[in-house]
C-alpha cells in the first residue's frame, strides 16, 4: 500500500501516518524528519537544508526527491509505504510517478487532512509548548514567523496537489479537525 498524507504544516501529518505505519506494519517516510535527521549529522544535505528550515522555506525539489528515491529503494519499503511531507510541490508530485512508474509501482491512495487555518497557529505553538515543559528541544521552524513562511509556501506550492490527485482519482479528504482518534478512524475507513 502506497499512500501520501497531505495536509499544511501542525494538520496532523506526523501523527496520523505514524498510527497508519504501526496499524499496518509499512514505514513512515517523512521527508521532514529525514531532512532535521540530516542536520543534526551535519552531512552536506543537511549544510544545505539548514537555513531554509529554520526560515520555513522549501528545500530544492532535486535534494529531497534524491532523499526520497533512496529511501523507496530500501528493503523495508517492499510492502508499501506512507508519505508524510512529501511531494510538497508539483515537480516532486512528477518526480514520484516517475519514480514509481519506473519500479512498476503506483500510489494508491492520497488522503488530504482538512484543517482551519486559524487552528494551525495555535497547533505548532501548543507542539512547542508541549515539547519544551517535556524537556525537549523546540524545532527551530516552530515559531510564528517561520510558520507564516510555511504556511505561505503550502499554500503557493503545495496546495496544487490536491487538484493534481483528484484529476488522478486518488484524493480523498478527512476532516482533520476531528479528535485524533476520529481522524485515525476516517483514514482507516478509506485505508480498509
Ligand atoms: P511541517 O509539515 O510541520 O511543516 P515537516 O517536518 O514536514 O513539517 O517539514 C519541515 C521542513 O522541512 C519544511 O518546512 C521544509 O523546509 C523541509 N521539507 C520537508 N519536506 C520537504 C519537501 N518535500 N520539499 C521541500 N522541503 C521540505
Known sequence: MNVILLGPPGAGKGTQSQLIAQKHTIPQLSTGDMLRAAVSAGTPVGLKAKKIMAD????PDDVVVGIISERIAEPDCVRGFILDG????LPQAS?????LTSKGLKLDRVIELKVDDMALA???EKRARETLA????????DNADALKTRLMAYYRETSPLIGYYYAHGLLKSVDGMA????VT???DEILA
Open 95 to 99: 518526480s514520484l510517478d516517475r519514480l
Open 122 to 124: 495555535d497547533r505548532v
Open 185 to 187: 478512524r476516517q483514514i
Open 86 to 89: 512529501f511531494p510538497r510541490t
Open 134 to 141: 517535556a524537556g525537549g528541544t523546540v524545532r527551530p521552524d
Open 56 to 59: 520555513g522555506g522549501l528545500v
Open 179 to 182: 479528535p485524533i482518534a476520529d
